[in-house]
């Protein structure tokens, strides 16, 4: 394909999606350093339906890290830090992790258990203000998981820690070591940290799902920082990936570092993969009521970003899909979605719960009034419950699809026998059967 044909394939590829209310955000992808598209879609606000634009705040969750990462990377450069300094050479408080260094929290290797795993996060932690030193008390008093080095496991602990050690060496707040050594450099105007208290202009406001959409759950955005508390527009972040993987805010030897896959393919502030034969960087983000996904291709010819404001949005998927029309790859771009949804009487009753063979998935379809609903789990194990449409029938077949996702359901009786293929919105298929028949397989 040329240019101008992998242009109308990345725009009807978010066509399609945007026609049927399956994305909330803003994508930006481009070609060997020039932007081919970038645009909002749907609403940064549903209250006051103020549209999202390129120009559009998101809070960015872990994609928070890199800038975290390359902080650390500058102080070392600076002569201030090692990579292999222990965490109680920096804070000294932290005497428990004296045989964690500063390499083992970077690279996800400490063992150090993810403060925003614990069973009272949601109910109570992320609800309340918090001093970096006030969450690192918590941190530490926890046992490791596993001898620093021995294992990788993904752990937000890690980067707060790195958050007070950044404080501690460079004697500033987290926010001032970013805006100086980052921000204000590249003039990207529309980046900072959050502090949950700052009236932050343009910022989107983030939704899940509950039948219907809702507000996210709160969160007090005063404790995250450099673990997943930043917010930016794709513009931004382009303009951040660009340079740094230029070489122009690092060294060389720091961007090897930064770039070399440890444990679990991931460097640091940066996961590991492939496409289409090509090594990516790459981290997913999300934060209560957004999502995120950046990937950048190690020879510097793909970028793709995408920032939603809906928490449940596809994020990975749409980005490997925009990543892989931009190296000429096919992908499917017609959903399955053609037809307006139908509302005809239903040929058969398939309501009810269903479960996979190996008893892990489950989704339950019930109706109230003419409604139809679809209770599964996604994201974290956390239950959400979508409205579904149906699009076609017979009589012993219904496809239904997600009013607010790219998924659908296709319900099949058998003699008297339902069960149904979920294709969900991160790409996989599941086959599932009806509570009463999984019943009636049982000896």
């Known amino acids: 394909m040329n240019k101008s044909e992998i242009i109308s394939y990345l725009t009807q590829y978010m066509k399609n999606l945007d026609n049927f209310d399956h994305f909330n955000g803003c994508v930006l992808a481009a070609y060997q350093g020039e932007v081919l598209l970038s645009k909002g879609y749907a609403t940064a606000n549903r209250a006051f339906e103020v549209p999202n634009s390129p120009s559009t705040r998101f809070p960015i969750g872990s994609l928070t890290k890199s800038f975290t990462a390359a902080a650390i990377l500058r102080l070392e450069e600076l002569g201030l830090l090692n990579m292999e300094d222990s965490v109680e050479w920096h804070l000294p408080g932290c005497s428990s992790l004296i045989n964690v260094t500063l390499h083992h929290l970077l690279s996800n290797t400490s063992g150090i258990p993810d403060f925003a795993a614990q069973p009272d996060y949601w109910e109570k932690t992320m609800r309340l203000p918090a001093t970096v030193s006030q969450l690192i008390e918590r941190i530490v008093n926890q046992p490791l998981h596993f001898e620093p080095g021995r294992q990788y496991s993904y752990s937000n602990s890690n980067y707060i820690i790195l958050t007070a050690v950044i404080e501690t060496v460079s004697g500033q707040s987290y926010s001032s070591f970013i805006q100086k050594e980052w921000l204000k450099p590249l003039g990207l105007h529309d980046s900072g940290v959050l502090d949950g208290r700052t009236i932050v202009k343009n910022l989107a406001t983030g939704y899940s799902i509950d039948k219907m959409i809702i507000y996210s759950e709160y969160i007090d955005m005063s404790f995250p920082l450099g673990a997943y508390g930043m917010y930016s527009t794709v513009k931004d972040l382009f303009t951040w990936t660009e340079a740094l993987f230029s070489g122009r805010m690092l060294t060389e030897r720091s961007l090897k570092k930064m770039c070399t896959p440890y444990k679990g393919k991931y460097g640091y502030g940066w996961g590991f993969d492939k496409l289409s034969e090509r090594e990516v960087v ?116 219904v496809l239904m699809i997600s009013s607010n996702t790219p998924e659908s359901i296709q319900i099949i009786k058998e003699e008297n026998k339902l069960f149904i293929h979920h294709h969900d919105s991160d790409g996989t298929i599941k086959t599932l059967t009806r509570a009463e028949e999984c019943k009636k397989k049982q000896p």
């Not at 790859?329 to 063979?357: C, H, K, N």
């Open 282 to 397: 790459c981290h997913f983000g999300d934060v209560n009521g957004f999502c995120s996904e950046m990937l950048r291709s190690l020879d510097g010819e793909v970028t793709v970003i995408v920032l939603s404001n809906f928490n449940i949005t596809p994020v990975t998927r749409i980005n490997r899909d925009l990543a892989a029309i931009l190296c000429n790859e096919r992908v499917d771009t017609t959903p399955w979605i053609m037809e307006e949804p139908l509302y005809a009487s239903l040929p058969f009753d398939f309501q009810g719960t269903y479960y996979s063979e190996d008893g892990e998935a489950l989704i339950t379809l019930y109706s109230e009034g003419s409604t139809y609903f679809m209770t599964l789990p996604k994201r974290y194990g956390a239950v959400y419950t979508l409205p579904v449409k149906q699009i076609s029938s017979s009589s012993s077949s």
